[in-house]
Structures are given as structure tokens and as C-alpha cells.
Nanobody
Framework: QVQLLESGGGSVQAGGSLRLSCAASGLPFSTLIIGWFRRVPGKEREFVAAIAGFGYHTEYADSVKDRFTISRDNTKNTAFLQLNSLRPEDTAVYYC??????????????????WGQGTQVTVSS
């Protein structure tokens, strides 16, 4: 059983930055595709970014491209999401997700096998 634990959320002003972490346990970390999704109350969870097992392939939603960066450190079983140039519309609960299927790289939420508990990001104007 894979467990994912997010951290790093918080409150910032528009233009600020945050770094989210996702610590994983339960399976060899490099075998996992890691994704980040976010949800605003009243809306569906939406894809943000994903990274392949050894970090050579990343994908981003258009809304965060050039502002957010996904990365991973397989020696620490941890993935990261660097959030820069934050906007009020980035306010959401951010979830770490994982599976062993490459389709997660393209944001296919129905393929997610494991979810973290979420971490709140609040951006004020």
C-alpha cells in the first residue's frame, strides 16, 4: 500500500512562491508516476502537473506552465511542486497522486491509484 503525505501549503500574497512536498512510502519510489491535482470548492479536481519515475518526462496544465515546476528526488522518496508567480486563482487544495501507469502523465485522474490527504494553498490579492 502506497502512502503519500503532502506538506508545504500555506498562505501567500499574489506573486509569491510556495514549495509543496509529497513524501511516499510503500513501493519503490522510482516505479511511481507522481502527479499533482488541485480542487477548488464546488469544482472538480483538476490536473496540475506530473512527472515520470526518473524525472525525464514532465507534463503541465496550460494554466500553470512556466510558473510551476514539478521535480522529484528518488533518494528521498519525495516529489516537489514549486509554485511561483502565484495568483489568487491558484487558491485550492493541492493533492499528490500516484500510479504506475504512464497515463497519469497526461492528467487522467481516473487512473490514479493513490492519493495524499491534500494541502491548502491560499493566495491573496
Amino acid at each position: 500500500q502506497v502512502q503519500l503525505l503532502e506538506s508545504g501549503g500555506g498562505s501567500v500574497q499574489a506573486g509569491g512562491s510556495l514549495r509543496l512536498s509529497c513524501a511516499a512510502s510503500g513501493l519503490p519510489f522510482s516505479t511511481l508516476i507522481i502527479g499533482w491535482f488541485r480542487r477548488v470548492p464546488g469544482k472538480e479536481r483538476e490536473f496540475v502537473a506530473a512527472i515520470a519515475g526518473f524525472g525525464y518526462h514532465t507534463e503541465y496544465a496550460d494554466s500553470v506552465k512556466d510558473r510551476f515546476t514539478i521535480s522529484r528526488d528518488n533518494t528521498k522518496n519525495t516529489a516537489f511542486l514549486q509554485l511561483n508567480s502565484l495568483r489568487p486563482e491558484d487558491t485550492a487544495v493541492y493533492y499528490c497522486a500516484a500510479n504506475r501507469d504512464g497515463s497519469l502523465l497526461y492528467g487522467k485522474i481516473q487512473t490514479v491509484d493513490y492519493w495524499g490527504q491534500g494541502t491548502q494553498v491560499t493566495v491573496s490579492s
